[in-house]
């Protein structure tokens, strides 16, 4: 089953706004982070934050974390009609030995001109 | 940077028949390499772990006799789809963890995926 859970699943907003999207997990992880994909190619790996982390910025993208409440969210400022994409969470999991990642389910946006 | 390629990047065929998925690392090392699948505005969903030198682990659910990974050398493993068919459809990724790294991956190196269509 899938590790993550995004809302909102999709969102639509105006160039110049804001977007926010959000992802929430259910064990424990060592750290998470954000992928971007355009529509039918590969995943670009956006920010990682670590577990003891709280915060991260690259850019005009701010990652929050709260570990307590097992979510995360993505913030992008300004945004543009280039980030016009689905985004979505990976979280690390355990299972026999090897570390992977469990994708959320994902956020398509759509930012018009 | 880690870069991995996948080959082909994308094919069609006719059901019934088998199609083969490349991934590699072009300049790192990998033990382990992992299978991804998207259908349609759709999640990720991770198929299996690829192992080098041994079985590949396969997620619940997945079908190991229709999927057939082989990890053979540090740099390559393939995905085998055989016997496909329509529903079969769907974008294969792949990614790479660095040998030698342990505990948690900071990161792991996505292909640009292959898009697989069974007519």
């Known amino acids: 089953s899938q590790q993550g859970e995004e809302d909102p699943q999709a969102l639509s907003i105006q160039e110049g706004e804001n977007a926010t999207m959000n992802c929430s997990y259910k064990?424990?992880?060592?750290?998470l982070q954000w992928y971007r994909q355009n529509s039918g190619r590969g995943l670009v790996h956006l920010i990682l934050i670590r577990s003891n982390e709280r915060e991260k910025h690259s850019g005009r993208l701010r990652v929050t974390l709260d570990t307590s409440k097992k979510s995360s969210s993505l913030l992008i400022t300004a945004s543009r009609a280039a980030d016009t994409a689905s985004y979505f969470c990976a979280t690390d999991a355990i299972s026999s030995g090897t570390y992977k990642y469990i994708f959320g389910t994902g956020t398509r946006l759509k930012v018009l001109a | 940077g880690a870069v991995v390629s996948q080959h082909p990047s994308w094919v069609i065929c006719k059901s019934g028949t088998s199609v083969k998925i490349e991934c590699r690392s072009l300049?790192?090392?990998?033990?382990?390499m992992f299978w991804y699948r998207q259908f349609p505005k759709q999640s990720l969903m991770l198929m299996a772990t690829?192992?080098?030198?041994?079985?590949?682990?396969?997620e619940q659910g997945v079908e190991k006799d229709k999927f057939l990974i082989n990890h053979a050398s540090l740099t390559l493993s393939t995905l085998t789809v055989t016997s496909a068919h329509p529903e079969d459809s769907s974008f294969y990724i792949c990614s790479a963890r660095e040998t030698g790294t342990s505990g948690p991956p900071d990161t792991q190196y996505f292909g640009p995926g292959t898009r697989l269509t069974v007519l």
């Open positions: 064990t424990s992880i060592n750290n």
């Open positions: 300049d790192f090392q990998a033990t382990t």
């Open positions: 690829s192992n080098e030198g041994s079985k590949a682990t396969y």
